[in-house]
């Protein structure tokens, strides 16, 4: 059982440096660098894709975002999350921490399967955007804005 554990985390260190190596790409030659820092992601949101039968679902955390700092687009094989998280009022103190990240941010996510982009749905709740993307046999398809709902 401990070699089955190596072997999995062997996998899971090999795709997460598989889909750093791919977002780097992506940035540089999809969207350009744009003057932003490559080496740090501190505004780009964390996402998890999971595919199910007949649908794949994305989830991407916005903590700090109202959804109507959010815009999503969805083409045939992408889906691109831009938005804000905004800056606090801060009354004027000294600080001695500051970790905190806050501007605009743009994540491009590959879509791994055919989907139907005129049937997506987005759903906003506490933070968390996801996003419900039909499978389809057909991967042509066009890019479109979506509206996000806000859940309560």
Known sequence: MGEERVGDDSLEKFLTFQREVNRLFRRIFEEGSQGEDLEGDALSPKADVNEGEHELTVE??????????????VSRDLIVLEGEKPHPARPAARFHCLER???????VLEIPCPVDTRRVTARYRAGLLTVKLPKIEDRRGERRKVAITVST
């Open 101 to 107: 990240d806050f501007g605009k941010f743009r994540r």
């Open 60 to 73: 991407i955390e916005t903590p700090g975002s109202r959804p109507s700092d959010l815009t999503l687009w």
